[in-house]
């Protein structure tokens, strides 16, 4: 969800109106993903490595955290989407761990599509800690010494959850900035200048046209007739 201070910038306001902005484009697009059939959705909301920005914007960031946490509880019964939270949550208040384990509590619940938020992650960061817990659980005898790339993938913060089809980045950059570094081997990938608080479905409906007609092979050759 790239782009949100160059949205407040560009009008003269506060990077925090943009962050505000943006958060009011995540829940339009979760319920857009939600209604065309998207069975998960997963957006990067603040990286390992976006406590470097000023304590002003990460306060915001992390009040915005908060408000959206309270409501999905209270809303994803009606609503029909379940939030997790993926990412290094330790270091984060006390209180906002204890609304996201109060959101995964509830939202077991409820059926309908995951809404899966990255927040203190970082795609080596994870695949480190999975690292670390496999040593640990191999040190205790609980594991076995033949991992294979299933095992291990049950170590990641997106234990269970599929890998994703397709990554859209906005805001113009055309790198994948520490994201999802395990689970996008074979992603497909969707770029646009248009910044997240611009961002809208007919972005979502011509990524969505455009991954139809690529051609997947996951390193196969396609059969001759075929497809
Ligand atoms: C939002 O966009 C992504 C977050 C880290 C919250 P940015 O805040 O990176 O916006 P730009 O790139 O400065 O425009
Ligand atoms: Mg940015």
Request: net charge negative; glycine share 10%.
């Amino acid at each position: 969800m790239d782009g949100n201070g160059r949205w407040a910038t560009n009008r003269g306001l506060p990077r925090t109106a943009g962050h505000s902005a943006g958060s009011e484009t995540f829940r339009r697009i979760s319920r857009y993903c939600r209604d065309i059939g998207v069975e998960y959705f997963t957006v990067y909301a603040f990286s390992t490595e976006n406590w470097k920005r000023s304590h002003e914007e990460v306060e915001a960031i992390l009040k915005l955290l908060d408000k959206y946490l309270r409501e999905a509880i209270d809303t994803m019964e009606q609503e029909r989407m379940k939030l997790v939270l993926l990412g290094d949550l330790s270091r984060l208040s006390p209180q906002l761990r204890a609304l996201a384990d109060r959101a995964l509590e509830v939202g077991r619940n409820v059926q309908g599509m995951q809404v899966n938020v990255c927040f203190n992650y970082g795609g080596r960061d994870e695949i480190l800690r999975a690292a670390k817990r496999y040593a640990e659980d191999y040190a205790a005898g609980k594991a076995d010494a033949d991992l294979d790339e299933a095992g291990f993938s049950a170590y990641l913060d997106s234990a269970g959850i599929p890998d994703p089809d397709i990554i859209i980045r906005s805001g113009g950059e055309q790198r994948t900035s520490n994201f999802l570094l395990w689970q996008s081997a074979y992603a497909e990938y969707w770029f646009t200048d248009t910044l997240w608080p611009d961002f809208g479905p007919a972005e979502i409906d011509a990524a969505i046209a455009a991954f139809g007609s690529r051609d997947r092979r996951f390193g196969g050759v396609k059969e001759a007739g075929k497809g």
